[in-house]
C-alpha cells in the first residue's frame, strides 16, 4: 500500500514556541491530506483538511491562526502550531488519500512544557 | 452526517478465545468502512477496508468483518485471539474523498 511519512515522531518544545510537524506521501501524489488531533484516551478528531494548492477547511472550533496547515506541494503538507501551550500537547496524526483509502502517518507526540 | 459506534470501550479476552468487535455506523450512502489498529504511541494500522462486493471481507493479522446493511453493522472478527493483537481498535467510516469519522474505539486486552 501507500506510504505517508510524519516527521518529527516525538518532539518537546517551551510554551510560547512554534512547532512544524511534516506530513509526506511517498509513492503517490495527494491532494488532499488530513490532519487529526486524538487526545488520551479518546479517539481521533479531524482538525482540518489540507487542499494542494488553496486554503486548508477547518473545521469547527479549531483555531485556524494557531493551527497553521500549509500543503505546498502534491507530496507535503504542515502543520505548524503557534505559540504552543501545555494544551496543545497531544497526538497528532495526518493522513492521505489514494483512491478511496486513507493512509495514516505514524504520528507525532507533541510535549509543550 | 456519518458517525461510527463502538459501544465497547473496553474488552478483554483470553488469548485463543474469539473475538468479536461491534462497529455500527450512520452514513448517508454506501459507505466505505475501515478497521483500524493502535498500538499505544503508535500511528494507525489498517487491519481491512469494505467499499463494495462480498460483504465479508478479510484482512490482515487473521482478522475479518461483515458488512450488514440492514443493521449498520461492521463487526469485527478474529477465531483465535493472540497476545500480539492487545491495542486499541478503531472504526471509521468515509473515505474517497470525503473525510474520514473514526469510532471512539476498543481497547483490547488479552490474558494469558
Known amino acids: 500500500g501507500a506510504v505517508v511519512s510524519q516527521h518529527p515522531s516525538r518532539v518537546i518544545c517551551k510554551s510560547g514556541t512554534s512547532v512544524k510537524i511534516e506530513c509526506r506521501s511517498l509513492?503517490?501524489?495527494?491532494?488532499?491530506m488530513f490532519w487529526y488531533r486524538q487526545f488520551p484516551k479518546q479517539s481521533l478528531m479531524l482538525m482540518a483538511t489540507s487542499n494542494e494548492g488553496s486554503k486548508a477547511t477547518y473545521e469547527q472550533g479549531v483555531e485556524k491562526d494557531k493551527f497553521l496547515i500549509n500543503h505546498a506541494s502534491l507530496t507535503l503538507s504542515t502543520l505548524t502550531v503557534t505559540s504552543a501551550h501545555p494544551e496543545d500537547s497531544s497526538f497528532y496524526i495526518c493522513?492521505?488519500?489514494?483512491?478511496?483509502?486513507?493512509?495514516f502517518g505514524q504520528g507525532t507526540r507533541l510535549t509543550v512544557v | 452526517a456519518q458517525s461510527v459506534t463502538q459501544p465497547d470501550i473496553h474488552i478483554t479476552v483470553s488469548e485463543g478465545a474469539s473475538l468479536e468487535l461491534r462497529c455500527n455506523y450512520s452514513y448517508g450512502a454506501t459507505p466505505y468502512l475501515f478497521w483500524y489498529v493502535q498500538s499505544p504511541g503508535q500511528g494507525l494500522q489498517l487491519l481491512l477496508k469494505y467499499f463494495s462486493g462480498d460483504t465479508l471481507v478479510q484482512g490482515i493479522k487473521g482478522f475479518e468483518a461483515e458488512f450488514k446493511r440492514s443493521q449498520s453493522s461492521f463487526n469485527l472478527r478474529k477465531p483465535s485471539v493472540h497476545w500480539s493483537d492487545a491495542a486499541e481498535y478503531f472504526c471509521?467510516?468515509?473515505?474517497?474523498?470525503?473525510?474520514?469519522?473514526f469510532g471512539t474505539g476498543t481497547k483490547l486486552q488479552v490474558i494469558p
Open positions: 493522513s492521505a488519500e489514494q483512491g478511496a483509502e486513507a493512509f
Open positions: 509513492d503517490f501524489q495527494a491532494t488532499t
Open positions: 471509521a467510516v468515509g473515505g474517497g474523498y470525503q473525510k474520514v469519522t
